[in-house]
Every structure is written in structure tokens, then in C-alpha cells.
């Protein structure tokens, strides 16, 4: 079976995107800094959502660009918000939930790591690993999304 995972990116950021250059460099709620990885969201509608709560203003998503990919659900990892510890939403990311990820970056066991959002916990993001030796094998693929006009946004 495969599952369906989407990144919502700048334009202007496209040549960097897949490779988990940014989180790289500034770290991310389940990813330490000096650990590349590559976030995307179990729906459109959620990557949607964990762009909007960082910009806060839905009118400068017009310049950001859709993609999808499709992964082997054998290939994912899951880790419930149950397992993790009670702090894990908060602002700025836990050391411990850095480490998860961090932790799963390093081990290489699987391509991807399913993970509740913290936007909404009971949707999932997924990481995937661009260290992995199957990551040369995804393909992201740019997908055409309108967003309703009560947004006020113009459809891409």
C-alpha cells in the first residue's frame, strides 16, 4: 500500500526543499540541528495548516507551491503521541522530542517516521530521511491546489 505525503514550499526555495537543507541548519520540533530532514504532512489540508501557523497570514501562501509524493507503507515508521512526553506541542520544540527524531535520523531504519502534528494531534506529519538509502527513490511531483476564495488567497 502507499500512502500519499505533501510538502507546501516556497517558490523561491524550490531547489533546497527535498533535501532538508533548512532543518539542517535550524533544527525542528523532531529534528536536532546538524540533522538533515525532510517534513511533509499526511494531507494537503495539513500541510496547509503547519505553514499557515508560522506565517499567521494566509495571503503570502499565494507564492508557495504544492507537492506530493508517495511512500511504501512498509517504509514508515509510527510514533503516537501517547508514547512521547506531555510538553512535546510546547514553543520552542523539547530537547526530547528533538531527540526523538534526531534519533531516528542517525538509525536509519526506515525512510520515513510517521508523528502526530502539533498543529492538530490527531492528523500526522511525516519525516522522511534524506540520508536514507531509498530516499533517491521518492519522487515529489508538484500538485495543483486551489484554496476556496473565503481564504482570500488566489489558487496556484
Not at 505525503?5 to 527535498?18: E, G, W
Not at 494531507?43 to 494566509?58: D, G
Not at 542517525?106 to 490527531?122: C, E, G, N, W
Request: positive net charge; hydrophobic residues 40%.
Amino acid at each position: 500500500m502507499t500512502i500519499a505525503v505533501y510538502r507546501l514550499i516556497k517558490a523561491k526555495h524550490l531547489d533546497s526543499a527535498f533535501n532538508g537543507a533548512a532543518s539542517k541548519r535550524f533544527g525542528g520540533r523532531w529534528n536536532l540541528k546538524g540533522h538533515a530532514c525532510v517534513y511533509c504532512a499526511g494531507s494537503a489540508s495539513l500541510a496547509f495548516l503547519e505553514v499557515l501557523v508560522h506565517t499567521l497570514n494566509a495571503r503570502q501562501l499565494k507564492n508557495y507551491q504544492l507537492y506530493q509524493a508517495l511512500l511504501h507503507a512498509n517504509e514508515i515508521k509510527s510514533i503516537n503521541a501517547e508514547g512521547i512526553s506531555t510538553n512535546w506541542r510546547d514553543a520552542p520544540s523539547p530537547y526530547t522530542v528533538q531527540s526523538i527524531g534526531s534519533k531516528w535520523l542517525q538509525s536509519q531504519s526506515t525512510l520515513a517516521l510517521r508523528i502526530p502534528s502539533a498543529v492538530i494531534p490527531i492528523d500526522h506529519n511525516i519525516l522522511i530521511n534524506p540520508a536514507h538509502r531509498d530516499f533517491g527513490k521518492v519522487k515529489f511531483t508538484r500538485v495543483s491546489f486551489a484554496l476556496d476564495p473565503r481564504m482570500g488567497l488566489i489558487g496556484t
